[in-house]
């Protein structure tokens, strides 16, 4: 019955301790403008590599834009430019936030390198952001930066992945 009981014990702190040492891993660090930027630069390295689930992680599900696209057409969109893999890449040139509390506005000058063409398109968007309450691995409460709208995207970038 003791040992019961102290297995019971180490398991329970051994949780405990597991789920304390993920939450602090998962909490944000830096200023607002810092997470933004960083928030940013993930969603463009991971859409350069394909990684189209990683990238889409930095958007709302609430998210539309000056294209009409929402979040479900928006993934739709990434992922058929990942299967063609049309070699292109997305670079921010210049990152711009404004942080009001949970919510932030983005100036953004993004540079769309494809290969063959001669020269690099550059596009300046506005993305408005919120900090949403989410979770890791399904149960770790933690908040991150997500995309709500993007203002200023060409109509051209709708057939990126064609």
């Not at 299967?83 to 936030?97: E, H, S």
């Not at 390198?113 to 596009?123: A, K, S, V």
């Not at 995309?147 to 057939?159: A, K, N, T, Y």
């Amino acid at each position: 019955m003791l040992k019961r009981f102290v297995g019971f014990a180490v398991c329970a702190l051994l949780l405990g301790g597991v789920y304390t040492w993920a939450r602090s891993a998962a909490r944000l660090e830096g200023s607002g403008s810092a997470q933004v930027t960083s928030t940013i630069l993930a969603a463009f390295q991971a859409a350069n590599m394909g990684r189209v689930s990683e990238a889409m992680d930095a958007v709302s599900s609430d998210y539309k834009d000056s294209t009409g696209l929402n979040r479900d057409r928006l993934w739709l969109l990434l992922h058929r430019a990942a299967d063609n893999r049309q070699l292109w890449d997305v670079t921010a040139r210049k990152i711009t936030p404004t942080v009001d509390g949970r919510d932030a506005s983005v100036e953004l000058l993004a540079a769309v390198n494809i290969d063959g063409e001669p020269t690099q398109r550059t596009y300046p968007l506005t993305l408005s952001m919120r900090l949403e309450d989410t979770h890791v691995w399904g149960v770790i409460p933690t908040q991150r930066w997500r995309v709500v709208s993007v203002g200023g995207l060409p109509d051209e970038l709708l057939s990126l992945g064609d």
